[in-house]
Nanobody, 125 residues
């Protein structure tokens, strides 16, 4: 059973930066897609970025392209989300998600089987 634990959320002002971490455990050695999603109050959960643990293309939602960067430390089984130039509209609960995969990593909620509990990001103007 894959378990995901997010950390690194907090409160920043517009233009600030945060780095989120997602520590994963329970991997069986298969390849996995890992992704970041977020959900603002009153809104649906949306995909932010996704990547394959074995390496490859990282996909970003248009709203964060150029500001957010995904990286990973496979030795630590940890996925990161570096968020720069934060805006108030980035305020949301951020979730890490994973699924076994050997190919394309979508940003569709329905494609992911494992989820973390989330970490809150608040950006004030």
């Amino acid at each position: 059973q894959v378990q995901l634990v997010e950390s690194g959320g907090g409160s920043v002002q517009t233009g600030g930066s945060l780095r989120l971490s997602c520590a994963a455990s329970g991997y069986t050695g298969r390849r996995y897609c890992m992704a970041w999603f977020r959900q603002a109050p009153g809104k649906e959960r949306e995909g932010v970025a996704s990547t394959l643990t074995a390496g490859g293309t990282t996909y970003y939602d248009a709203s964060v392209t150029g500001r957010f960067t995904v990286s990973q430390d496979n030795a630590k089984n940890t996925l990161y989300l570096q968020m720069n130039s934060l805006k108030p509209e980035d305020t949301a609960m951020y979730y890490c998600a994973a699924r076994a995969s050997n190919s394309y990593c979508s940003l569709s909620i329905d494609d992911y089987a494992y989820w973390g509990q989330g970490t809150q990001v608040t950006v004030s103007s």
